[in-house]
């Protein structure tokens, strides 16, 4: 390999850090050819993950570096939401909601070809979310270590994923788990809560999450300005066969219903 040949992939070695995941239309931008692309790839230098997805060759291809390589490098709009959130902040750790595998990315912006092409063993649920307010999209966000040295993983912080979290729940399993977190968020941010309920753009989800905040009863609860709540009319069906909680007008779990009278 010639000295400039050499210099040149150690140029790109320190713009891709272990860990990382980039696409080939970034390599390119950053003077790499894609004739060059390949041929780092055919000799090992490179390793593809996918059509136009390459890394590091030692590097262990994952999902939290595929999604922060995606938003630190190529800016990419969606964030760690949900269940997947909560679990990264220790808050479902012992629990599952979802399926085996199933990673919660929340956003609007379009997906790259080139994050769908990365074989992993998880799976992405991509969703819009409650929270849809432009000026707004990123409050409760937080950041958490994505295992790349110098690169943070966006993700939701407790109080909004929990509202995402709601957003999936559509019978008595899936009630039961999101009123166990709820069980478990006893520090939750006030302010932040009645900031995010105020822009939340789902009545189900609201009524949802005052009646698990109000059961539970945390000291946080007490601050919540309701009144600033836009909670809508009329009644919603969360449980089939439920019983209708009569303050918000949904339906609940029967034991839910009698433990709250």
Known sequence: MSIQNKEKLNQLYDLLPEGAIVSSRWLQEKGYSC???????????????????????????????????????????????????????????????????????????????WVKQVAL?????????????ESKKTLGLTETPS???????????????????????RDEFTFTFAAELMEGLT???PKL??????????IRVKRLFMFMAKYYNHAWVKQIQERTVELGKGKRVVVQKGKLNKEYLITVPKIFYDRSK
């Open 121 to 133: 063993k998880e799976f992405f649920r991509f969703k819009s979310g409650c929270i849809s307010e």
């Open 193 to 202: 809560v009645n900031q995010l309920l105020q822009i939340c753009s789902n």
């Open 35 to 113: 004739q060059l692309i390949f041929k780092y790839a055919r000799t090992g230098w490179l390793k593809s993950v996918g059509r136009g997805a390459y890394c590091r060759p030692t590097t262990e291809v994952t999902w939290r570096g595929l999604i922060a390589s995606w938003q630190n490098v190529d800016k990419g709009a969606f964030h760690v939401g949900g269940e997947t959130a909560l679990n990264l902040q220790g808050f479902a750790h012992y629990l599952k909601f979802s399926g085996e595998g199933q990673i919660y990315l929340f956003g609007h912006s379009a997906i790259p070809a």
């Open 147 to 169: 295992m790349i040295s110098g690169w943070m993983l966006k993700v939701s912080g407790p109080e909004r994923a929990i509202l995402e979290t709601l957003e999936e729940v």
């Open 187 to 189: 520090t939750l941010r």
